[in-house]
């Protein structure tokens, strides 16, 4: 804790600087409960306005979290490793498997707010389905929830001509999936394009993930492409950045 | 801007919300001056500090961004695209290109705060690469700035053992870059791995890369493999999310 005499930054940002370096050393590990206000008040000699900034920049950043009533506690960070790759090859959906099944291990998921409409196709949407005027899309908006923890909302956006009558439509695609339903379809997926971006929730979307202050959303945007290139399906993702690694493994 | 008897969120986040939807369908465009608080106290018959309040949600949201003296503008958001499998791809950097050439189309890019040492190898360094108790890295630090803004922090750390007296341990590693140089050595990377994550900026990577309020930084941790599976590069890179679209194209 000792500070030199030409460190001119802010106290709180030192007490802050110090606190994370003890996390970094693993002197406080994932879950750990952090010093408090009264603690650091003592320990440095500060105001508590002082030493709740300092708890404040660690919040900010995502390293620790508050509980209601019982101080602040370094984030345990178990995230869901989700391979990019490997978790839409054919034989994953081909053999009735879920996408998913690939990414939890025994942890349990269960998908929530699940509905299913036909919508006049927004108009990015219809563009990159390379949809007619007046086309509609088939939306399929649902939540995952990991061990209780809602980690990311999709929407899915299919044409309509393509997917009128087929399990789709319904709440349940049946086993393997949209995907699997496309290819009986006569539209299997061959080529998948994922588009990653990040930034801060919307208030929405950090009261439907239940996401932490100071934590990021990552978004991705997956189009799925049949035969010839044609595009049969875009997935809007949005994912709670401290519920995930994404992993992407390929050839030079 | 009609608001409902029924909405009972704070009128600071129902004008936030006119304000988002209208930047959403293009009444404001990226770069245009938003209503300043004047103009929201005469609209809204709110107070400054309700008007204020207003700005601040589409500010930490990322949508919106001041410049002092000015006023808060709609964030010009014109990212890179950066083709993560494309531009690893061994005809890049095996004819003498930089990987980054297929990033950046005609802008201006300028690397710069280059710095090349010979170090311990951190612990978690060491065992993904391989090494031994005592075992070296060369660690490469620089930062991309394009079109003078800097977009990206990065370190590389590659085994001593490996690399020692070649370019690699320079400051220009030639043409094609480290890759190519690898390849030179009998360590071609014919395997890459990406990690990606999102979390908030620490105060010095937010001072490093210029991030504005409210927006977060992309963590990718690439390691390329030589034959056999051997971990031949670890790079820790930083990125300024407002900069970058990530891509990822492949095969079901």
Chains 1, 2 share one sequence.
């Not at 106290?11 to 002197?27: C, H, T, V, W």
């Not at 980690?151 to 009128?164: D, N, Q, R």
């Not at 086993?175 to 379809?185: D, K, Q, S, V």
Request: net charge negative.
């Amino acid at each position: 804790m000792a500070t030199t005499d030409d460190d001119r930054r802010p106290k709180y940002q030192r007490i802050a600087d110090s606190l994370r370096e003890a996390i970094q050393s693993g002197e406080y590990g994932p879950g750990d409960r952090l010093p408090g206000e009264n603690d650091l008040m003592a320990a440095h000699g500060v105001a508590r306005m002082t030493a709740r900034q300092a708890l404040s920049v660690l919040k900010d950043e995502g390293v620790a979290e508050s509980r209601k009533g019982a101080g602040v506690f370094v984030r345990s960070f178990r995230p869901l490793r989700r391979r990019g790759i490997q978790r839409l090859a054919q034989e994953q959906w081909g053999s009735g498997r879920s996408i998913w099944s690939a990414d939890i291990e025994n942890r349990t998921l269960v998908v929530d707010q699940v509905t299913v409409s036909e919508e006049a196709a927004p108009e990015q949407i219809g563009q990159v389905l390379d949809l007619s005027e007046g086309d509609t899309v088939c939306v399929r908006r649902r939540r995952f929830v990991l061990d209780g923890k809602p980690v990311l909302l999709a929407t899915s956006y299919l044409p309509t001509a393509v997917v009128a009558g087929s399990a789709i439509t319904q709440e349940d695609t049946g086993p393997g999936g949209t995907y699997a339903r496309l290819a009986e379809l006569g539209y299997k997926p061959v080529h998948f394009r994922e588009e990653i971006r990040s930034r801060m929730p919307t208030k929405d979307e950090a009261a439907q993930l239940r996401i932490s202050a100071g934590t990021p959303v990552i978004l991705i945007c997956r189009t799925a492409f049949a035969d010839e290139g044609r595009p049969v399906e875009i997935n809007e993702m949005t994912l709670d950045a401290a519920s995930y690694v994404l992993e992407y493994d390929f050839d030079a």
